[in-house]
C-alpha cells in the first residue's frame, strides 16, 4: 500500500514564527503536492513538485514556500505563520504515470495564535 | 473556468437507509472523475475512479455513475452504515493547458447516519 506520512497531527504555533510540515511517501512518487483545507472551501492547491528540485505554484502559494531535496520528502515552509494561516494541510504524492491518482496523507491540523 | 459542485452540502440520514450525492462539473477538457471519502480528521481515501467512457462503477455498497455528456455524476450508498458518516469529496482532473495531475475538488458533501 501506498503510504504517505506527515510530521505532526496538530500542531499549534504563535504568529510570526517559521513553521514546517514535512511529508514524506515511500512508493517512489515523482509527483508531491501540499493543498490547504477550509470548512465551505474544499481542498486548494499550494505549491507542488514533479521532481527532486522542481516547484510549481498552485492556486494559493502567498504566504508559502516548498522545498523538496530528496525524492521522497516535500516540505512546506510558512516563512511567517499568520492566524490566517491557520488550517488543515493535505499532502499527496502520486506517480508521474498516472498524476491524477493521488494518494493523500493524515494531514496536519496547524492552529496560529 | 473549470468548477465542481456539489449537492446537498449536508445531509442526515437513519442507518440502513440509502442516500445519492451529486456532483456537476464545468473542468474541459476532462480527464477521470473520482469520489473520495473524507473520515473526520483525516486524509481523502478514493472510493471509485470513472473515465469518460464509464458509465457506472461500484465499490462495495457504493456506486458512482457519471453522464459525461451532462457532465454530471452521482454517487449512491445502500444500506447506510454509521461508519458512512464523512464527508464525501467529488474530485475532476483535466482541464486544458493543466500540468500534472491538476485536480479540481468539490467542497464535499458532509454525511450523517443516525442510528
Known amino acids: 500500500d501506498v503510504k504517505v506520512t506527515q510530521s505532526s497531527r496538530y500542531l499549534v504555533k504563535r504568529t510570526g514564527e517559521k513553521v514546517f510540515l514535512e511529508c514524506v511517501q515511500d512508493m517512489d512518487h515523482e509527483n508531491m503536492f501540499w493543498y490547504r483545507q477550509d470548512p465551505g472551501l474544499g481542498l486548494r492547491l499550494i505549491y507542488f513538485s514533479y521532481d527532486v528540485k522542481m516547484k510549481e505554484k498552485g492556486d494559493i502559494p502567498e504566504g508559502y514556500s516548498v522545498s523538496r531535496e530528496k525524492k521522497e520528502r516535500f516540505s512546506l515552509i510558512l516563512e511567517s505563520a499568520s492566524t490566517n494561516q491557520t488550517s488543515m494541510y493535505l499532502c499527496a504524492s502520486s506517480y508521474y504515470g498516472a498524476p491524477y491518482e493521488q494518494y493523500f496523507g493524515p494531514g496536519t491540523r496547524l492552529t496560529v495564535t | ?115
Open chain 2, 1 to 115: 473556468k473549470n468548477q465542481v459542485e456539489q449537492s446537498p452540502q449536508s445531509l442526515i440520514i437513519l442507518e440502513g437507509k440509502n442516500c445519492t450525492l451529486q456532483c456537476n462539473y464545468t473542468v474541459s477538457p476532462f480527464s477521470n472523475l473520482r469520489w473520495y471519502k473524507q473520515d473526520t480528521g483525516r486524509g481523502p481515501v478514493s472510493l471509485t475512479i470513472m473515465t469518460f467512457s464509464e458509465n457506472t462503477k461500484s465499490n462495495g455498497r457504493y456506486t458512482a455513475t457519471l453522464d459525461a455528456d451532462t457532465k454530471q455524476s452521482s454517487l449512491h450508498i445502500t444500506a447506510s452504515q454509521l461508519s458512512d458518516s464523512a464527508s464525501y469529496i467529488c474530485v475532476v482532473s483535466g482541464g486544458r493547458g493543466s500540468t500534472l495531475g491538476r485536480l479540481y475538488f468539490g467542497r464535499g458533501t458532509q454525511l450523517t447516519v443516525w442510528p
